[in-house]
């Protein structure tokens, strides 16, 4: 069975950016969504994914990635996607032996910036990079998920 098991932090301060190795502008949308899985199409550049992922709190859930053509991704995010659309850039960053997923969004959401590690075992040891903050693996409102109906600019202590 395919799964996920993914570690998610904030960020203390902008140092990883000396760090990039490359980066990939991301759109992505939900729609039928339901108490066991979120149903996702991204696009980013010139791919686009169907993803199936679990709707379980913590570090692992089961997932399921699918190609499909850009065109029809694109067409599903313009009419069928829950809105507001997740925008982000994708920044990977190198840091001992793991590769680190540096989420930074815009729109609704612009101002949040995440980092996501990949694991091969819920217990596997990795080096915590210093511009690493709090671990928020268990707290939903960073899913992206969650991102669609309560951005980020809605959460009441990011409101002027």
């Not at 994708?90 to 930074?104: A, K």
Request: hydrophobic content about 35%; overall charge negative; proline content about 5%.
């Amino acid at each position: 069975m395919p799964e996920e098991i993914e570690r998610k932090f904030l960020l203390k301060d902008d140092r990883w950016r000396g760090q990039v190795e490359r980066s990939l502008d991301m759109a992505q949308g939900y729609l039928g969504n339901s108490q066991q899985c979120s149903i996702r199409i991204r696009v980013s550049g010139e791919d686009a994914n169907l993803n199936i992922k679990s709707a379980t709190l913590g570090i692992h859930r089961q997932e399921y990635d699918y190609a499909i053509p850009v065109a029809e991704a694109r067409e599903m995010l313009d009419t069928l996607a829950d809105k507001p659309l997740i925008e982000k850039t994708r920044h990977m960053v190198r840091y001992g032996e793991h590769t680190w997923e540096i989420d930074e969004f815009y729109g609704d959401n612009a101002g949040l910036i995440v980092a996501e590690i990949e694991l091969g075992s819920a217990d596997e040891a990795f080096e915590q990079p210093p511009w690493l903050g709090a671990d928020v693996s268990d707290d939903p409102r960073y899913y992206n998920v969650c991102l669609v109906s309560q951005p980020f600019n809605a959460w009441p202590e990011n409101v002027s």
